[in-house]
C-alpha cells in the first residue's frame, strides 16, 4: 500500500518543478522502513509536499478546464487497466503502468526523449512498482475499456504527456497507432 501510494508521490514529481522526483529516488522510505518519529516525519514530510503540488494545481484552476488535467498523468492508462481486469491493481500500481505508458508515448511522438521513460521506470521499479501492462491484459480491451474514458472531449481520447519533468501538457488527437504501438511495447 505504501509503494502503491507512492506511484501518486511519483507523479506529482513528474508533473511540478519539485524535489519530490529526487526524493522518491532516494528511496529512504523504502529503505529504511520503521516507526521510528524520524521515518514518520520524513514520510510525512515527502507526502505533504506532494499534496501541496495538488493545492497548487488546483487552486490555479479550479474548474478542471485546462492546466489542471495534469493531474491525470498517467491515468488514461490506468483507468483503463484498472477496468479491464475488475480493479484487480491497486490504482497506484496502475497510474505506475500509465506513467510509463505516458512517457513512452511521449517519447514514441518525439515530444521527450526515451531515457526519460528509463527514468521514471527504475525509480517506480526501485520502490517496487509495476511499470508494464500485464500479459493477461489483451491489448484491444484495454484500447476499448480507454473509449469509455471521462477525459474525452469531442469523441477524441485526452493523454497527458512529457516533454521533460515538471513539463506536463494535455494532448488529444493522438493516433490509435501510436497508442497501440506503446501498448504493444509495454505488454507482457
Same mark, same amino acid.
Request: proline share 3%; glycine share 8%; net charge neutral.
Given at each position: 500500500?505504501?509503494?502503491?501510494?507512492?506511484?501518486?508521490?511519483?507523479?506529482?514529481?513528474?508533473? %511540478?518543478? !519539485? #524535489?519530490?522526483?529526487?526524493?522518491?529516488?532516494?528511496?529512504?522510505?523504502?529503505? /529504511?522502513?520503521?516507526? &521510528?518519529? &524520524?521515518?514518520?516525519?520524513?514520510?510525512?514530510?515527502?507526502? *505533504?509536499?506532494?499534496?501541496?503540488?495538488?493545492? #497548487?494545481?488546483?487552486?490555479?484552476?479550479?474548474?478542471?478546464?485546462?492546466? @489542471?488535467?495534469? $493531474? /491525470? $498523468?498517467?491515468?488514461?492508462?490506468?483507468?483503463?487497466?484498472?477496468?479491464?481486469? #475488475? #480493479? *484487480?491493481?491497486?490504482?497506484?500500481?496502475?497510474?505506475?503502468?500509465? $506513467?510509463? =505508458? =505516458?512517457? /513512452?508515448?511521449?517519447?514514441?511522438? @518525439?515530444?521527450?526523449?526515451? !531515457?526519460?521513460?528509463?527514468?521514471?521506470?527504475?525509480?517506480?521499479? &526501485?520502490? /517496487?512498482?509495476?511499470?508494464?501492462?500485464? !500479459?493477461?491484459?489483451?491489448? +484491444?480491451?484495454?484500447?476499448? %475499456?480507454?473509449?469509455?474514458?471521462?477525459?474525452?472531449?469531442?469523441?477524441?481520447? @485526452?493523454?497527458?504527456?512529457? @516533454?521533460?519533468?515538471?513539463? *506536463?501538457?494535455?494532448?488529444?488527437?493522438? !493516433?490509435?497507432?501510436?497508442?497501440? +504501438?506503446?501498448?504493444?511495447? $509495454?505488454?507482457?
Amino acid at each position: 500500500d505504501l509503494a502503491a501510494g507512492m506511484a501518486e508521490v511519483i507523479k506529482h514529481g513528474l508533473i %511540478a518543478e !519539485s #524535489n519530490l522526483l529526487e526524493q522518491a529516488e532516494k528511496g529512504f522510505w523504502a529503505k /529504511n522502513w520503521d516507526r &521510528s518519529p &524520524s521515518y514518520i516525519g520524513e514520510l510525512q514530510r515527502l507526502v *505533504a509536499q506532494a499534496i501541496q503540488v495538488k493545492i #497548487n494545481i488546483v487552486q490555479a484552476e479550479p474548474f478542471e478546464q485546462g492546466q @489542471r488535467s495534469i $493531474l /491525470n $498523468l498517467g491515468h488514461t492508462f490506468a483507468y483503463a487497466i484498472e477496468q479491464v481486469t #475488475n #480493479n *484487480a491493481y491497486r490504482h497506484g500500481e496502475a497510474v505506475s503502468i500509465g $506513467l510509463v =505508458a =505516458a512517457a /513512452n508515448l511521449s517519447a514514441r511522438l @518525439r515530444f521527450c526523449d526515451i !531515457s526519460l521513460q528509463k527514468q521514471i521506470e527504475g525509480i517506480l521499479e &526501485s520502490v /517496487n512498482l509495476p511499470t508494464r501492462i500485464p !500479459s493477461e491484459i489483451k491489448p +484491444d480491451a484495454l484500447l476499448q %475499456a480507454m473509449q469509455r474514458d471521462k477525459k474525452k472531449r469531442a469523441g477524441q481520447l @485526452r493523454f497527458i504527456l512529457l @516533454r521533460g519533468i515538471g513539463q *506536463a501538457f494535455v494532448s488529444d488527437g493522438i !493516433s490509435v497507432d501510436a497508442i497501440k +504501438d506503446t501498448v504493444s511495447a $509495454l505488454s507482457g
